[in-house]
């Protein structure tokens, strides 16, 4: 159990961060360094908890990280810029917050000395468009230079090799998780999952993107969270990365949008557009590793993980923020 430790999460105010701090709050003092962009702690119990303190920081920069980060055992590093749409509008603002943020934030920690433990965030996305069961020593591989979806994905390995770097060369305990297609309540972005269940609540059109046929294996955050904690506390997480995921949880697209017109009794229809980019044609993991090494198993099932979602998301729409122009009809 990880207690009485200063925890210092970069995006901390994001979806996965804030459901991680729920989990160490109340044992641990949580100092959160975020921009802002997206804030899905203010939706929580934890915005104003007495063991909370949140900095208002860029991870770009560099001196503010570092004076922020000062007397953390643990760095979480969640900060980053995420989601395709995102990445298509901002490929810059993608590569250099993904790859220099992530730069500044491992030497912010190689430097202050007393890190205990460096967990960072990488994505699925390392494995390219068709990943069916692999495992951490599968190959990486990206597509054409300037294609947006790799733009993205290449920032995030660029920041996973960093993290082994500093760990060979200068001992920083680091460890790198990967996760697959994660969604629940407390998502504020523009994730597929969330984005049809807000409107089918709405009874508005679901918007998929390509034929439909692509297949996700999609991960509950809190079973996402569990991983994470497996990560933080156990020995042998040291220097290794790891796929979180729920490999059970399979399912097509154009399934999971029909998914959530049934659970939601929406009269909402599914409608096809053109892929926004290169698309992933087929993304389960294999979590063999972390299950041997961690005792790291999903638990929630997709049925019940789409409920549970679904019941946030009617309870929070009107604190939630507006949809992208891209996805409205």
Same mark, same amino acid.
């Given at each position: 159990?990880?207690?009485?430790?200063?925890?210092?999460?970069?995006?901390?105010?994001?979806?996965?961060?804030?459901?991680?701090?729920?989990?160490?709050?109340?044992?641990?003092?949580?100092?959160?360094?975020?921009?802002?962009?997206?804030?899905?702690?203010?939706?929580?119990?934890? /915005?104003?908890? +007495?063991?909370?303190?949140?900095?208002?920081?860029?991870?770009?920069?560099?001196?503010?990280?570092?004076?922020?980060?000062?007397?953390?055992?643990?760095?979480?590093?969640?900060?980053?810029?995420?989601?395709?749409?995102?990445?298509?509008?901002?490929?810059?603002?993608?590569?250099?917050?993904?790859?220099?943020?992530?730069?500044?934030?491992?030497?912010?920690?190689?430097?202050?000395?007393?890190?205990?433990?460096?967990?960072?965030?990488?994505?699925?996305?390392?494995?390219?468009?068709?990943?069916?069961?692999?495992?951490?020593?599968?190959?990486?591989?990206?597509?054409?230079?300037?294609?947006?979806?790799?733009?993205?994905?290449?920032?995030?390995?660029?920041?996973?090799?960093?993290?082994?770097?500093?760990?060979?060369?200068?001992?920083?305990?680091?460890?790198?998780?990967?996760?697959?297609?994660?969604?629940?309540?407390?998502?504020?972005?523009?994730?597929?999952?969330?984005?049809?269940?807000?409107?089918?609540?709405?009874?508005?059109?679901?918007?998929?993107?390509?034929?439909?046929?692509?297949?996700?294996?999609?991960?509950?955050?809190?079973?996402?969270?569990?991983?994470?904690?497996?990560?933080?506390?156990?020995?042998?997480?040291?220097?290794? +990365?790891?796929?979180?995921?729920? /490999?059970?949880?399979?399912?097509?697209?154009?399934?999971?949008?029909?998914?959530?017109?049934?659970?939601?009794?929406?009269? +909402?229809?599914?409608?096809?557009?053109?892929?926004?980019?290169?698309?992933?044609?087929?993304?389960?993991?294999?979590?063999?590793?972390?299950? /041997?090494?961690?005792?790291?198993?999903?638990?929630?099932?997709?049925?019940?993980?789409?409920?549970?979602?679904?019941?946030?998301?009617?309870?929070?729409?009107?604190?939630?923020?507006?949809?992208?122009?891209?996805?409205?009809?």
């Amino acid at each position: 159990m990880i207690e009485n430790k200063t925890i210092f999460i970069t995006g901390g105010a994001g979806f996965i961060a804030s459901t991680l701090i729920a989990r160490l709050a109340d044992r641990n003092r949580i100092v959160v360094f975020d921009n802002y962009t997206r804030d899905s702690l203010k939706n929580t119990a934890y /915005a104003n908890h +007495s063991n909370v303190q949140q900095i208002r920081g860029d991870v770009l920069d560099f001196e503010h990280l570092k004076k922020s980060m000062m007397g953390a055992q643990i760095v979480v590093h969640a900060a980053a810029i995420a989601g395709i749409e995102s990445t298509v509008r901002n490929p810059v603002t993608t590569m250099r917050v993904n790859m220099m943020g992530t730069a500044n934030t491992l030497e912010a920690a190689h430097q202050i000395g007393g890190v205990q433990r460096f967990l960072e965030f990488s994505t699925s996305e390392v494995f390219g468009s068709h990943a069916f069961r692999v495992q951490e020593t599968a190959s990486t591989v990206t597509g054409a230079v300037g294609e947006a979806r790799w733009t993205y994905a290449v920032s995030k390995l660029a920041g996973e090799h960093l993290a082994h770097a500093y760990f060979k060369q200068y001992d920083l305990p680091t460890v790198s998780v990967r996760p697959f297609n994660v969604y629940g309540p407390g998502q504020t972005g523009e994730g597929a999952l969330s984005i049809f269940i807000r409107k089918a609540l709405k009874n508005e059109d679901l918007l998929v993107f390509g034929d439909g046929t692509q297949i996700r294996a999609w991960c509950f955050v809190d079973d996402m969270v569990e991983g994470v904690m497996n990560c933080l506390e156990h020995p042998k997480a040291i220097g290794e +990365s790891f796929n979180i995921g729920n /490999a059970r949880a399979v399912i097509t697209i154009y399934g999971l949008a029909e998914a959530v017109l049934r659970i939601t009794g929406s009269n +909402s229809k599914v409608q096809f557009r053109p892929a926004l980019s290169a698309d992933i044609e087929l993304r389960i993991p294999n979590v063999e590793k972390a299950r /041997a090494l961690l005792g790291f198993s999903a638990a929630v099932e997709l049925e019940e993980g789409l409920r549970q979602t679904a019941k946030w998301i009617e309870a929070n729409e009107s604190s939630l923020p507006n949809l992208a122009p891209i996805f409205r009809n």
